[in-house]
C-alpha cells in the first residue's frame, strides 16, 4: 500500500480501520468458495437490466428487465424462490409497476415464477406454442417435481399465460421498443426471442448459452437443424449485446460459437449412426473440444449425442 494511504488509513477510528481491511477477506472468502458474494444484476443500458441466474440454488436462468415510461417488462419469470430474490433487485432500480413477463419457452427454470409474477400484477405472456407446451410437458413437468423441502411448490401454482402471441409482438410507448419474435422450433417448438432493436441488445432464453454446463438439447421436440438455422438467422441482426438463458453475456460471436457447436454435433452424429455405429460407440468416439466452454461438460456431452442420435437420420 502507498505511504500516503496507509497514514489515511491509519488516521481512522479502529472500527472503521478494521471495517475496511476485513473488506479484501471477505472478497477472498467469497471466491475460494467460487461463489459471488451475492447475484450479477447488470445495467446494460439505461432503463435495461439482466440478472445471471445461480445454478447451485435451482435458479440457473437469467432474468432481465426493460424500464418502459410507465410500466416493466421481466424476461424469464424465473422460479419461485428465484424470482421472490429478483422483484426486491427490480425495486431497486424502479418504482413504476411490473405489468408483463415474458416466457422465452416452457421450461421450469423460466416458468416456474409465473404465479409468483401474477401475483404481483404481472400479465405472463409467450408465444402460443409455448403456452401450449406449458399445458402439456410443462404441466407434467411440475407435477413430477418434489413437493417437500427447501424448493418445493406447494405453496405456488402453475400459471398459464394470459398472451399468447403467434410470430410477432411487440410492446413501443414511443419512447422504447421491444420485440418478441417466435424463432422455434428449436430448443423447444415454442422458442421465442426479445430483441431491443435501438439499445441492439439481443433476450435469447435457451437458444443460447453462455456458461459451461452445457444445453440441454433433449427436449423430445427440439428441432436441432431449424436451430442452427435460428441461431445464424440471428446473426444478421443488429446487435451489440446477447443475453443468454444462462451464463454470462455475449456478443453475435457467441451465437455463431452455439450454432457451430450444434451443427457439428449433428454432422457428427449423423454420419456415425448412418456408418452403423450406436449411439453409446458415439459418446466415446466424438470429439467436441474444439467448442471450448460449450463442450466443456463431458456428461451433458454424452446427453448431447444421445439425444441427437434419436432424431439424426
Request: aromatic fraction near 10%; charged fraction near 20%.
Amino acid at each position: 500500500m502507498p505511504r500516503h494511504l496507509a497514514r489515511k488509513l491509519f488516521a481512522l477510528p479502529v472500527n472503521i480501520r478494521r471495517s475496511i481491511l476485513l473488506i479484501p477477506f471477505v472478497a477472498m472468502f467469497f471466491v475460494a468458495l467460487g461463489q459471488p458474494p451475492a447475484a450479477t444484476v447488470r445495467q446494460l443500458a439505461p432503463g435495461v437490466y439482466s440478472r445471471q441466474g445461480d445454478r447451485d440454488r435451482r435458479q440457473p436462468a437469467n432474468t432481465s428487465w426493460i424500464v418502459f415510461r410507465d410500466y416493466v417488462v421481466v424476461i424469464d419469470a424465473n422460479t419461485p424462490w428465484g424470482i421472490r430474490e429478483i422483484l426486491p433487485e427490480i425495486r431497486r432500480t424502479t418504482d413504476k409497476p411490473i405489468r408483463y413477463v415474458f416466457d422465452t419457452h416452457y421450461h421450469w427454470d423460466h416458468t416456474w415464477g409465473n404465479s409468483v409474477m401474477a401475483d404481483a400484477g404481472a400479465v405472463i405472456v409467450c408465444s402460443q406454442d409455448c403456452a401450449q407446451e406449458l399445458q402439456t410437458k410443462g404441466k407434467r413437468e411440475w407435477e413430477r417435481n418434489p413437493t417437500t423441502g427447501e424448493y418445493s411448490l406447494t405453496a405456488y401454482r402453475m400459471e398459464q399465460p394470459a398472451i399468447a402471441f403467434g410470430d410477432f409482438l411487440a410492446f413501443d410507448d414511443g419512447q422504447r421498443r421491444l420485440e418478441l419474435r417466435k424463432m422455434g422450433p428449436a430448443h423447444t417448438i415454442g422458442d421465442a426471442v426479445a430483441y431491443l432493436p435501438n439499445e441492439q441488445i439481443l433476450f435469447t432464453g435457451d437458444l443460447c448459452v453462455n456458461w459451461k454446463s452445457g444445453n440441454n438439447l433433449s427436449d423430445r421436440d427440439a428441432d436441432h437443424q431449424n436451430w442452427v438455422r435460428a441461431l445464424n438467422q440471428m446473426t444478421n441482426w443488429k446487435v451489440k449485446t446477447v443475453i443468454p438463458g444462462h451464463g454470462s453475456p455475449g456478443t453475435t460471436e457467441t451465437l455463431r460459437a452455439q450454432s457451430a457447436f450444434i451443427d457439428d454435433l449433428w454432422k457428427q452424429v449423423s454420419a456415425g449412426k448412418g456408418a452403423g455405429k450406436t449411439a453409446e460407440q458415439l459418446t466415446r468416439e466424438i470429439n467436441l473440444a474444439a467448442h471450448g466452454d460449450f463442450a466443456a461438460d463431458a456428461q451433458q456431452n454424452a446427453a448431447a449425442v444421445r439425444n441427437v442420435y434419436a432424431k439424426a437420420p
